[in-house]
C-alpha cells in the first residue's frame, strides 16, 4: 500500500496528440502545438503549464529505448494529462493491484499497442512497474461498463468496494463518473502527486496541482492522523504526543532521468489547493 495512485480521464486520441504527435518520430518538439495547447487549457498559469509541459516532451525525446514504456513514455502521459485537466488521487488503491488479485477486471482495460498510432520499440507491460509508472488504461466504453456493472452486479461491486477499502471507492467511482461525462478513458498512474498526509502544503507533485481533486489527500491524511491517535491511545500516550512530532519522508525511487520539476516552483499551488 505504498504507492501514491491517480487516474487520469483522457481521450486515446489525445494520448497521441498531446505527446506523440508533438514529436514525430522523437527527433524534435512542434513548440508551436505546445503553446497552442497550453493556453487552450490553461491560461491562468500559461508559464508554468508551458515549461513544464515542455520539460516533460523534451525528457520523452530523451529517454532511451532500454527504459521500459510504462516507465517513461506511459508516466510522462499521466504528467501531460494533469496539466490540462481534473484528475483523481488514492493512496495505493491501483487497478492494477486489483487485476493481480482478480484477473477478471482485466477484460476492462486496454493494451498501449491497441492505443498508439505506431509500435512502441521498448518494452510495454500495460500495468505498474513500480514508483512513476503508468498503469492500466481503462477506455471510454469499458468505463461506462464498469460504471453499469458496478450498480447491476453483486459480485463486481463487492470485489471493488473490497480492494477500494476506507472509502477509497469513492474517490475512483467519482473519477470513473468523471471520465463517462465526459466521454474519456481512464489511465493510471503513480506518484504523479505525493501528499504528504500530515501537512499538505508540503505534498510533492510533479504535473498541476490545482488539477487535482482534493478528496483523495483529504482521505489519506484523515486515515494516517487516525491510525497515529489509536497508536497513542493504545500506548497510553497523550493525545498529540506523536501525532505533533511525526514526520514524512518520500522513499520512492528516483524518477527516470530526473524529476521533471522543482517542487520550490509549486509551494503556491499548495497553498491555493489545501489552504
Known amino acids: 500500500m505504498g504507492y501514491d495512485i491517480s487516474y487520469h480521464p483522457i481521450k486515446e486520441q489525445e494520448i497521441n496528440d498531446w505527446y506523440f504527435n508533438i514529436m514525430p518520430n522523437f527527433k ?13 487549457f490553461n491560461k491562468s498559469d500559461l508559464e508554468f ?93 469499458m468505463v461506462v461498463k464498469l460504471l453499469a456493472d458496478y450498480d447491476n452486479d453483486t459480485k463486481i461491486k463487492q470485489d471493488l468496494d473490497t480492494f477500494y477499502s476506507d472509502n477509497r471507492i469513492n474517490i475512483f467511482l467519482t473519477a470513473l463518473k468523471f471520465a463517462k461525462e465526459n466521454e474519456l478513458g481512464l489511465l493510471e498512474a ?41 497508536i497513542e491511545k493504545r500506548k497510553g500516550l497523550k493525545e498529540g504526543e506523536v501525532s505533533n512530532k511525526v514526520t514524512y519522508e518520500i522513499n520512492n525511487y528516483e524518477l527516470p532521468k530526473e524529476k521533471l520539476t522543482e517542487v520550490k516552483k509549486k509551494k503556491c499551488f499548495f497553498l491555493k489547493l489545501f489552504g
Not at 521500459?68 to 493491484?97: M, N, P
Not at 502527486?193 to 487535482?212: F, T
Open 190 to 230: 503513480t506518484e504523479v502527486v505525493e501528499p504528504n498526509p500530515y501537512d499538505l502544503n508540503k505534498s510533492n507533485c510533479y504535473s498541476y496541482l490545482l488539477n487535482c481533486d482534493v478528496e483523495g489527500a483529504f482521505l489519506y491524511r484523515d486515515i494516517a492522523l487516525d491510525q497515529i491517535r489509536e
Open 49 to 141: 503549464l508551458k515549461e513544464t509541459y515542455h520539460y516533460t516532451l523534451n525528457t520523452g525525446l530523451n529517454t532511451e529505448l532500454d527504459k521500459e514504456f510504462d516507465l517513461t513514455h506511459g508516466y510522462f502521459i499521466a504528467v501531460i494529462q494533469g496539466l490540462f485537466r481534473k484528475y483523481f488521487y488514492t493512496r495505493g488503491a491501483a487497478f492494477s493491484f486489483l487485476i493481480n488479485e482478480k484477473s477478471y477486471f482485466k477484460n476492462y482495460t486496454k493494451g498501449w499497442k491497441d492505443i498508439l498510432e505506431f509500435t512502441p520499440k521498448q518494452k510495454v507491460y500495460n500495468h505498474l512497474r513500480g514508483n512513476y509508472s503508468s498503469g492500466v488504461f481503462i477506455p471510454y466504453n
Open 28 to 40: 524534435s518538439i512542434n513548440l508551436d502545438k505546445v503553446e497552442e495547447l497550453a493556453e487552450k
